[in-house]
T-cell receptor
Framework: GAVVSQHPSWVICKSGTSVKIECRSLDFQATTMFWYRQFPKQSLMLMATSNEGSKATYEQGVEKDKFLINHASLTLSTLTVTSAHPEDSSFYIC??????????????FGPGTRLTVL | AQSVAQPEDQVNVAEGNPLTVKCTYSVSGNPYLFWYVQYPNRGLQFLLKYITGDNLVKGSYGFEAEFNKSQTSFHLKKPSALVSDSALYFCAVRDGGGGYNKLIFGAGTRLAVHP
């Protein structure tokens, strides 16, 4: 299957700072990427859907000014948590949907990024 | 609206016994159904999917799932459980009516396989 990477895999930051998480599709192009958030022992909650070259669509209750999403190319999307607070500590998982070819419309998941805000 | 229900928070099975993890769904159109497994501090690994065709779908690591349209279910099964199967399992659904609809996840079921 296709590979999706995330960087960093874990990050610890101080309250009030901003953190950027990268999501890359390594061997396929992704028109659409999804960002999920997972609290301990809970399911994945979709935060936003990003399409290459356009603004992200945020789910209800997700602050777009706090969770900035950029999808500048068919292989890269970034999530920036601005002015992070301890309640933002969570496991963030990205997913990429194939643009064409054998991965068309298939959705693949990254390994996740563990964010801890002190 | 789409929704997925996994009625069991945890399933306990003895190694070597068959296992079933339950999932029911609700969509307005044709369902695209998926099972994923998650190990601690890891992302999701794809196990299998149902789009169309045979109701019995075979996937990775000996897992299979049966699509039952009348019961709107897609239960995950394995004939003989391994201790290494212990993990968190998620059922997910996407409405097949549109090509870019969202994937919605169930709450997850923790599978514990005891030696």
């Amino acid at each position: 299957g296709a590979v999706v990477s995330q960087h960093p895999s874990w990050v610890i930051c101080k309250s009030g700072t901003s953190v950027k998480i990268e999501c890359r599709s390594l061997d396929f192009q992704a028109t659409t990427m999804f960002w999920y958030r997972q609290f301990p022992k809970q399911s994945l909650m979709l935060m936003a859907t990003s399409n290459e070259g356009s603004k992200a669509t945020y789910e209800q209750g997700v602050e777009k000014d706090k969770f900035l999403i950029n999808h500048a190319s068919l292989t890269l999307s970034t999530l920036t948590v601005t002015s992070a607070h301890p309640e933002d500590s969570s496991f963030y998982i990205c997913s990429a949907r194939g643009h064409s070819g054998m991965f068309y419309n298939e959705q693949f998941f990254g390994p996740g990024t563990r964010l801890t805000v002190l | 609206a789409q929704s997925v229900a996994q009625p069991e928070d945890q399933v306990n099975v003895a190694e070597g016994n068959p296992l079933t993890v339950k999932c029911t769904y609700s969509v307005s159109g044709n369902p695209y159904l998926f099972w994923y497994v998650q190990y601690p501090n890891r992302g999701l690994q794809f196990l299998l999917k149902y789009i169309t065709g045979d109701n019995l779908v075979k996937g990775s690591y000996g897992f299979e799932a049966e699509f039952n349209k009348s019961q709107t279910s897609f239960h995950l099964k394995k004939p003989s459980a391994l201790v290494s199967d212990s993990a968190l399992y998620f059922c997910a659904v996407r409405d097949g009516g549109g090509g870019y609809n969202k994937l919605i996840f169930g709450a997850g079921t923790r599978l514990a396989v005891h030696p």
